[in-house]
């Protein structure tokens, strides 16, 4: 609690001192990746806890009310975090192990390629991204409080909001998506479509998936389900680090929630620059600008 109010910077990204320091950043570069490891790679407020949910379900049919009783960030912990080795002492020693990360691929690049570990990205639209780290600024006191909207709008498209730029993230791992075993899911495809997402997934995992077991999955990872249950939604999280009274995590789970936060200026500036920035960008993403 003492590092509530820190931000550590490393090389020109701020981190949340509370959950990060300098060393658990810097041992990222030393952690040995399994074959049968599987990384989550997320920009924060993509939809994280989501697909932490969905992993740990796909790999536990057998026992899908057990798992509910574990929060989802020891189920899969981020690497980075001052707590990964605490929690990745206390799993249980079957594989495959789940990790997530929020960092840049520069951290662990040398070392996922040096393993057959399978690596997750998933990417939300980043004017939904923006509008939900907004509201999870206000609410997570170990953030530094966002002044207004505007403020924090700005803030985002510099990239000068913890864990960086947004477009860099994207763009940094997707630039080494050839060289890795790696797998692109959207929010969106899963909010559209969750039963061909989630089975695309399990393809890629090579989960066999009885239709039964895809129906389960569907409902445990729903946001209905997830925003009800305490070890989903972050409400045992103490009031000193999330402050409930303004707001929750499971906020509202929705895509395009942007449309009521954006103004007309301020969706032409961030068209402007998301174009430039992402105009060598092949991959075909579900979200439209306007
Ligand atoms: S974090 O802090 O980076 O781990 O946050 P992250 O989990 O990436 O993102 C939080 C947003 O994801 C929404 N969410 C969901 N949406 C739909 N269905 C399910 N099951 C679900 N679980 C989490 C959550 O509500 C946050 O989005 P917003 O737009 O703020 O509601």
Same mark, same amino acid.
């Given at each position: ?44 407020k ?49 594989? !495959?192990?789940?990790?997530?990360? /929020?960092?840049?691929? +520069? #951290? =662990? ?15 939300r639209n980043p004017k939904d991204v923006l509008v939900s780290y907004y509201h ?13 909207f505007?403020?924090f709008f700005?803030q985002f498209l510099?990239?000068?909001v913890?864990?960086?730029?947004w ?70 999280? !103490?009031?000193?680090?999330?402050? /409930?009274?303004?707001? +929750? #995590? =499971? ?6 929630d942007w449309?009521?936060y954006f103004?007309?200026?301020q969706?032409?500036?961030f ?20």
């Open positions: 609690m003492d590092r509530i109010k820190i931000i550590e910077v490393l090389e020109g990204i701020s981190y949340p001192g509370h959950l990060h320091t300098q060393d658990s950043l810097k041992a990222v570069t030393n952690f040995q990746f399994q074959d049968t490891d599987i990384l989550l790679v997320t920009f924060p993509s939809g994280t806890t989501w697909m932490q949910q969905i992993l740990s379900l796909l790999y536990n049919k057998e026992d899908l009310q057990h798992i509910q009783n574990i929060p989802t960030w020891v189920r899969v912990p981020w690497i980075e975090q001052i707590y990964f080795f605490e929690y990745l002492a206390q799993r249980k020693t079957s594989k !495959p192990r789940f990790f997530t990360t /929020h960092l840049l691929p +520069k #951290f =662990m690049i040398h070392n996922l390629k040096n393993s057959k570990a399978r690596v997750i990205y998933m990417a999870f600024h206000k609410f997570a006191t170990f953030l530094p409080k966002a002044t207004s505007e403020d700005e510099e990239g000068k913890c864990f960086g730029s477009f860099n993230h994207i763009k940094e791992w997707l630039s080494v998506q050839q060289e890795l075993d790696f797998f692109l899911i959207t929010y969106e495809d899963l909010s559209q479509e969750p039963r061909r997402a989630i089975q695309n997934l399990a393809n890629f995992l090579g989960q066999q998936l009885e239709p039964k077991d895809l129906e389960s999955i569907v409902h445990y990872c729903s946001f209905s389900f997830m925003s009800q249950n305490d070890q989903l939604n972050y409400s045992i999280v !103490p009031s000193e680090i999330f402050d /409930h009274s303004v707001g +929750k #995590f =499971m906020r509202k789970g929705v895509t395009e449309r009521k103004s007309p200026e969706n032409t500036k068209n402007n620059i998301y174009l430039g920035e992402m105009g060598d960008v092949t991959v075909k993403f579900p979200w439209s600008l306007d």
